[in-house]
């Protein structure tokens, strides 16, 4: 009569601890979850994760939405980091005319005006030497 009871507190206690670990592994696979919902993983683990789970549906969709946000850049557009204008190009050989011309009128003037024109240039009187006092 003693030998029946204690079987069934054998078996009893089985079954227990066979509760307490599913219980165990909801409650890890819950906390998962909720981590997902708030945002906690390294970027490029979210798909992984979702998997081994085993979560409902509703979380893995929810899950991998907010994931796909984080993992994947989207394109927006952004200003322009220089305001850049071109210039007109002027054909060489307008230049070319342009600079003739220009060298030509300052040939055209007179050497003591071309000497003002030109910053630094000291007229000297010829005798070689390079004092101011002409000896």
């Known amino acids: ?3 029946q009871p204690q079987t069934d507190l054998k078996a009893y206690a089985e079954r ?3 509760l307490c670990r599913a219980q165990a592994d909801e409650i890890n696979r819950l906390r998962d979850a909720v981590a997902c919902d708030r ?3 390294s970027f490029g683990d979210a798909p992984k994760s979702v998997q081994k789970w ?3 549906r509703i979380v893995e969709g929810k899950c991998a939405g ?3 946000a984080h993992e994947s850049p989207s394109l927006k557009p952004i200003e322009a980091p220089l305001e850049l204008v071109a210039e007109v190009i002027e054909p060489l050989a307008t230049v ?5 011309k220009r060298a030509n009128a300052i040939l055209a003037l007179p050497l003591a005006e071309r000497e003002r024109m030109i910053a630094g240039v000291v007229r000297r ?3 070689g030497s390079d004092d101011d006092t002409g000896s």
Do not use: F, I
């Not at 070319?96 to 003739?100: K, L, M, S």
């Open 1 to 3: 009569m003693d030998v």
């Open 54 to 56: 085993r979560a409902p």
């Open 39 to 41: 945002g906690r993983w």
């Open 125 to 127: 009187d010829g005798n």
């Open 66 to 68: 907010m994931a796909l």
């Open 16 to 18: 227990l601890e066979v």
């Open 96 to 100: 070319v005319e342009r600079q003739r």
